[in-house]
């Protein structure tokens, strides 16, 4: 059973679309945070969110975080071809506990 | 700073045979951790150490996978004899800080293990 669902699997939209992916779970976490990869390459940490409702932004990317702290969503505004990635997002379910639990990811490509 | 160094970076073994990862986490991160990466999924942490100690393998096939991290400083992560359901990217992470807290994890490039 995956603790952290992520929909959708895959995305592909044109240069300068807005788009909108989410991470879902049953379980309450301490923090959430996204990254993202790219091919060859590890995951990049872009954002960790904390408190219920939180939002933050990191430019053209808009991070939010369940009021309940069991869901997030990334939001991309005007899509750039460098955006493109697999966007993962993993929970936290203690404080003091670093272990991480990881969704499948958003697989997002942008087309120019 | 320099960032998480893995070595290799691709490997193709055949089944039954051993393989060894090596990683050095960045200066000064306490905290190390495996995780395997299967195609289309997410990592799964294999294991974790704090310096030189384990604080979670709950997840690490004990029968054929081994870690350590002697000194507190790099780590080697085995795995013997390999199976073809080994074939996945094995993902190495350090993180400065154990306890109250947000941690960011910085990773590695990985390791390829294709098994044949």
């Known amino acids: 059973t995956q603790l952290l669902e992520q929909s959708p699997q895959f995305l592909s939209i044109q240069e300068g679309e807005n788009l909108t992916v989410y991470c879902n779970s049953s379980?309450?976490?301490?923090?959430l945070q996204w990254y993202r990869q790219e091919p060859g390459e590890g995951p990049v940490l872009l954002v960790t969110?904390?408190?219920?409702?939180e939002v933050k932004k990191l430019k053209r990317l808009t991070f939010q975080f369940g009021d309940a702290r069991k869901d997030s969503s990334l939001h991309i505004t005007a899509a750039q071809p460098g955006d493109t990635g697999l966007y993962l997002c993993?929970?936290?379910?203690?404080?003091?506990?670093?272990?991480?639990?990881f969704g499948k990811g958003n697989q997002v490509v942008v087309i120019p | 700073e320099a960032g998480v160094a893995q070595s290799p970076r691709y490997k193709i073994i055949e089944k039954r045979q051993s393989v060894a990862f090596w990683c050095n986490p960045i200066?000064?991160?306490?905290?190390l951790y495996w995780y395997q990466q299967i195609l289309g999924q997410g990592p799964k942490l294999l294991i974790q150490?704090?310096?030189?100690?384990?604080?979670?393998d709950s997840q690490l096939p004990k029968d054929r996978f081994s870690a350590e991290r002697l000194k507190g400083v790099d780590s080697t992560l085995k795995i013997q004899p390999a199976k073809l359901e080994d074939s996945a990217v094995y993902l190495c992470?350090?993180?400065?800080?154990?306890?109250?807290?947000?941690?960011?994890?910085?990773f590695g490039p990985g390791t390829r293990l294709t098994v044949t």
């Open positions: 992470a350090s993180s400065p800080l154990q306890g109250r807290g947000t941690y960011e994890q910085y």
């Open positions: 379980s309450v976490f301490s923090s």
């Open positions: 969110v904390v408190t219920g409702g």
């Open positions: 993993a929970g936290a379910r203690s404080y003091g506990n670093n272990r991480l639990a």
């Open positions: 200066s000064g991160h306490a905290t």
């Open positions: 150490f704090q310096n030189n100690g384990v604080v979670d």
